[in-house]
């Protein structure tokens, strides 16, 4: 499974670990990722998704049905 949030889009990030000497070797920035079950009333059904903490507060704000019909119209979510 990849490591990408299927609501917003994060994905790994490249960068550089710096050491003390200012000598730089490639690192990789992983998003939070958790993976939750919701409950889509509309539907009647549970729903398992793999998505970004940042993401999981943006569902306690708009609610998981704002959030989905967001993700639908820019891609991440089919």
């Known amino acids: ?3 990408v949030c299927q609501l917003t889009g994060k ?3 490249v960068g550089n670990n710096v ?3 200012k000598r730089r ?3 990789k920035f992983y998003p939070n990722l958790i993976t939750k079950k919701f409950y889509l009333q509309d539907e009647d059904k549970y729903i ?3 998505i970004s903490t940042s ?3 943006n569902i306690n704000k708009k609610g998981i049905s704002a959030c989905i019909k967001e993700a639908r119209e820019k891609g991440f979510l089919k």
């Open 19 to 21: 050491s003390h000497s």
């Open 55 to 57: 993401a999981l507060r």
């Open 25 to 27: 070797t490639k690192r």
């Open 11 to 13: 994905k790994v990030m």
């Open 1 to 3: 499974m990849s490591r």
């Open 48 to 50: 398992t998704l793999r």
